[in-house]
């Protein structure tokens, strides 16, 4: 079994910073691809990066693109997130997944393993 524990979430103002990081604990990190989605009150979740085993390729939703950063550090087994120039709709719980075969996948069913979740809080 996979676990994952997501850390960094908080209260930040627009235009700051915040960096999510997600522990995995129980397998293999580098065999697993790794995403972060996201959820906002009153919406379904949504995709937000993804990265490979190696961390050589890295995919953005259109709306974090050029903000967003997903990064991840096998030796540590953790992956991260760098969010710059926050905007009140980047606002919603933060999750980091799994998925088994390390090749990135932008879909929810495609992910195997899910940690609790980090809010993100952005005022304007």
């Known amino acids: 079994q996979v676990q994952l524990v997501e850390s960094g979430g908080g209260l930040v103002q627009a235009g700051g910073s915040l960096r999510l990081s997600c522990l995995v604990s129980?397998?293999?990190?580098?065999?697993?691809?790794m995403g972060w989605f996201r959820q906002a009150p009153g919406k379904e979740r949504e995709f937000v990066a993804a990265i490979n085993w190696r961390g050589g390729s890295t995919y953005y939703a259109d709306s974090v693109k050029g903000r967003f950063t997903i990064s991840r550090d096998n030796a540590k087994n953790t992956v991260y997130l760098q969010m710059n120039s926050l905007k009140p709709e980047d606002t919603a719980v933060y999750y980091c997944?799994?998925?088994?075969?390390?090749?990135?996948?932008?879909?929810?069913?495609?992910?195997?393993?899910w940690g609790q979740g980090t809010q993100v809080t952005v005022s304007s």
């Open positions: 997944a799994a998925r088994s075969g390390g090749i990135y996948a932008v879909t929810i069913r495609q992910y195997d393993y």
């Open positions: 129980g397998r293999t990190f580098s065999n697993y691809a």
